[in-house]
């Protein structure tokens, strides 16, 4: 996989470092940046080695070309002493505002399924009624403090994951997905800590970057279903992940919607009468 967490020689703010950090996270030359970027390679040399500062145009088109996120791209900015152009305003601004309604659109219309919205570290932002009607027939979620965090409930021994099916290899992929699902595909500090955090419980899987599960399970189906125990029953489901198209503003890129369907009829039908047995909504942001 292609990524790196942040190297601290990178946040001292020199731009040559930070733009060949970046080379290097992507596993580019600068003659492929060059011939990528449109931008000579001597230039790309000079910007690299302290000799020159680029044009904020010239930087925002390497930027675009090694797929820097936004946030990040604003500290490529300040490096070589421009004003940063993305806003860094919280996720529920004013500016945001259309976004978060139609989040809020998404998360309502895909009921009576779970449907959460997170930031970049997994944080649960919003939810549907579903969501926490759902995860409460399995633990009181009241108990729980918040901001209620999607990935700490999973392996928490005292949250979801007594009742998740081959407990194991669903540990091992939600690791893997931290890796692969981080914002511009590098795990930067704070999704470093969080492996951390999820790999101080215990009996986590310590094989899960080079494990890559049984060829024989689920092996019909085209996703990797997530199994909770209820009732005697195992219920499947699958998950979906939405980020927002083209985002301008770093809240924007870094949120994610995660919507869970049925995997199987059978898991359908349990998942109706399971949600009827429980009609009362926790809150769980």
């Given at each position: 996989m292609n990524v790196t967490s942040h190297d601290?020689?990178?946040?001292?703010?020199?731009?040559?470092?930070?733009?060949?950090?970046?080379?290097?996270?992507?596993?580019?030359?600068?003659?492929d940046l060059s011939l990528e970027a449109g931008i000579s390679q001597r230039q790309i040399s000079f910007i690299e080695s302290g000799r020159s500062v680029p044009g904020r145009d010239t930087l925002l088109t390497l930027a675009q070309t090694l797929d820097v996120p936004l946030r990040e791209r604003n500290a490529l900015l300040l490096a070589a002493g421009y004003a940063p152009i993305y806003s860094e305003t919280p996720w529920n601004a004013q500016e945001m505002h259309s976004v978060?309604?139609?989040?809020?659109?998404?998360?309502?219309?895909?009921?009576p399924y779970p449907a959460l919205v997170m930031d970049r570290d997994w944080n649960v932002l919003m939810t549907n009624d579903a969501a926490p009607r759902f995860f409460n027939?399995?633990?009181d979620m009241a108990a729980r403090e918040g901001p209620r965090n999607m990935l700490h409930l999973m392996f928490d021994p005292r949250g979801m994951r007594p009742f998740v099916a081959d407990w194991e290899e669903v540990a091992r992929s939600l690791l893997q997905r931290v890796y692969?699902?981080?914002?511009?595909?590098v795990v930067g500090d704070n999704t470093?800590?969080?492996?951390?955090?999820?790999?101080?419980?215990?009996?986590v899987p310590r094989d899960w970057k080079t494990h890559h599960g049984s060829a024989t399970t689920h092996a019909t189906m085209?996703?990797?279903?997530?199994?909770?125990?209820?009732?005697?029953?195992?219920?499947?489901y699958f998950s979906m992940v939405t980020t927002v198209g083209a985002p301008q503003n770093v809240a924007a890129q870094e949120l994610r919607i995660e919507?869970?369907?049925?995997?199987?009829?059978?898991?359908?039908?349990?998942?109706q009468h399971l949600l009827a047995t429980h009609a009362s909504r926790v809150d769980f942001s």
């Amino acid at each position: 996989m292609n990524v790196t967490s942040h190297d601290p020689k990178v946040q001292s703010g020199d731009l040559g470092s930070l733009l060949r950090y970046w080379r290097d996270v992507r596993g580019v030359s600068q003659l492929d940046l060059s011939l990528e970027a449109g931008i000579s390679q001597r230039q790309i040399s000079f910007i690299e080695s302290g000799r020159s500062v680029p044009g904020r145009d010239t930087l925002l088109t390497l930027a675009q070309t090694l797929d820097v996120p936004l946030r990040e791209r604003n500290a490529l900015l300040l490096a070589a002493g421009y004003a940063p152009i993305y806003s860094e305003t919280p996720w529920n601004a004013q500016e945001m505002h259309s976004v978060v309604r139609a989040l809020e659109r998404v998360v309502r219309q895909h009921e009576p399924y779970p449907a959460l919205v997170m930031d970049r570290d997994w944080n649960v932002l919003m939810t549907n009624d579903a969501a926490p009607r759902f995860f409460n027939c399995f633990i009181d979620m009241a108990a729980r403090e918040g901001p209620r965090n999607m990935l700490h409930l999973m392996f928490d021994p005292r949250g979801m994951r007594p009742f998740v099916a081959d407990w194991e290899e669903v540990a091992r992929s939600l690791l893997q997905r931290v890796y692969r699902e981080s914002v511009g595909r590098v795990v930067g500090d704070n999704t470093k800590r969080l492996l951390d955090e999820l790999l101080a419980y215990p009996d986590v899987p310590r094989d899960w970057k080079t494990h890559h599960g049984s060829a024989t399970t689920h092996a019909t189906m085209p996703m990797i279903p997530l199994g909770f125990v209820s009732g005697g029953a195992v219920l499947r489901y699958f998950s979906m992940v939405t980020t927002v198209g083209a985002p301008q503003n770093v809240a924007a890129q870094e949120l994610r919607i995660e919507c869970m369907f049925p995997a199987d009829d059978a898991t359908e039908a349990r998942h109706q009468h399971l949600l009827a047995t429980h009609a009362s909504r926790v809150d769980f942001s």
